[in-house]
């Protein structure tokens, strides 16, 4: 039931994932990732979505460490994603790169660690020290991240391990409606970046009769569009008021109607890079 801050969707391995997280991209590691992080997890988050080029798994460790003291709360508890960087793709390389990461985040396991990029030539390697690092106990799930559906395809002719999680950008005018219905098909799940479009879309006046309509923020409107569309979210703010913001949206629902009318606004439109066409 999508009635809480703490709900889970039940991976295809039986893990259980948090409908809804914490982003960290461009947080600054130190202070205010440390404060963005704390003040989540007091306010009801349970899962923390970073990579190691972020720069900030220090922080994020350190403030998952004091929530938990001054909480209470317990490392299973916790939900903490990260993601290995493009240039350390490969097999002896990835998993130097999850032990770095583990080093940083102080953790012994994490809960999900994903393959960035599909980096040509390479990502079938680095599957397969995911696989790996899963098969070994480190690692709860692994996934990947914006990889188009041929990605998929391929990465999953020759793995042993499907992947539990595809991580891509995903708002109301990228609505990846091929890529959603592929990955459902096949039981992976599928997981929002950029949910807000950084940003980009919080003016919009369609999204704005509907928030109006329920009382709602714009961001609000996205965000349970995302949840009720069965897919992860995991805005990013480093503000409280909108760190509680941004959670409060067990409370309503939106009507078909206004899914329609939010599904409307779809231009296949990206902000950040095609997978297909990236240079890093
Ligand atoms: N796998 C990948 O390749 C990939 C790529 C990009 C991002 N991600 C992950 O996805 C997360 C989310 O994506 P994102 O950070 O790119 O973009 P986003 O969550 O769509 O947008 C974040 C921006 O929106 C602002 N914001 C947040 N809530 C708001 C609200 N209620 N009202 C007005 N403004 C609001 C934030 O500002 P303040 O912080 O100032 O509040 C920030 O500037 C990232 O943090 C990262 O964890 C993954």
Same mark, same amino acid.
């Given at each position: %039931?999508?009635?809480?801050? !703490?709900?889970?969707?039940?991976? /295809?391995?039986?893990?259980?994932? $948090? ?8 947080? !600054? ?7 963005? @992080? ?29 929530? %938990? &003291? ?25 998993? *130097? ?17 994903? @393959? ?5 030539? +390479?990502? +079938? ?9 899963? +098969?070994?106990?480190?690692?709860? *799930? ?13 990465? %999953? ?11 891509? &950008?995903? /708002? $109301?005018?990228? *609505? ?9 098909? !096949?039981?992976?799940?599928? &997981?929002?970046?950029?949910?807000? %479009? ?15 309509? /329920? ?16 897919? @992860? ?7 409280? /008021?909108?760190?509680?913001?941004? *959670? ?33």
């Amino acid at each position: %039931m999508l009635n809480n801050l !703490q709900a889970t969707t039940t991976l /295809h391995n039986g893990v259980k994932m $948090p409908w809804f997280g914490l982003g960290v991209y461009k947080a !600054q590691d130190g202070d205010e990732v440390i404060q963005a @992080v704390k003040i989540a997890i007091k306010n009801g988050y349970r899962s923390i979505d970073t990579a190691a080029l972020y720069n900030n798994e220090e922080g994020v460790g350190q403030a998952v460490s004091e929530a %938990m &003291e001054e909480t209470g709360l317990s490392r299973e508890d916790l939900f903490i994603t990260s993601k290995v960087w493009n240039a350390d793709q490969g097999y002896e390389s990835t998993l *130097a790169a999850f032990e770095l990461t583990m080093t940083k985040l102080g953790l012994e396991k994490l809960d999900l660690y994903l @393959v960035h990029w599909p980096v040509n030539g +390479k990502y +079938k390697d680095t599957w397969r020290a995911l696989e790996q690092l899963y +098969k070994d106990g480190r690692v709860h *799930a692994i996934g990947v991240s914006n990889f188009h559906v041929h990605h998929l395809q391929d990465l %999953m002719k020759d793995a042993e391990i499907k992947p539990m999680v595809n991580q891509v &950008e995903y /708002h $109301p005018r990228l *609505a990846q409606l091929e890529l959603s219905t592929f990955c459902k098909e !096949q039981d992976i799940q599928l &997981e929002a970046w950029a949910p807000l %479009m950084q940003g980009k879309l919080l003016d919009n006046a369609t999204l704005q009769e509907i928030a109006s309509k /329920h009382g709602k923020s714009i961001a609000q409107v996205i965000l349970r569009w995302d949840l009720q569309n069965g897919v @992860v979210t995991i805005p990013k703010s480093t503000t409280e /008021h909108r760190i509680i913001e941004n *959670a409060d949206v067990f409370n309503f629902e939106l009507s078909a109607e206004d899914m329609e009318q939010i599904n409307g606004l779809n231009e296949n439109l990206r902000n950040g890079p095609d997978p297909d066409n990236f240079n890093f």
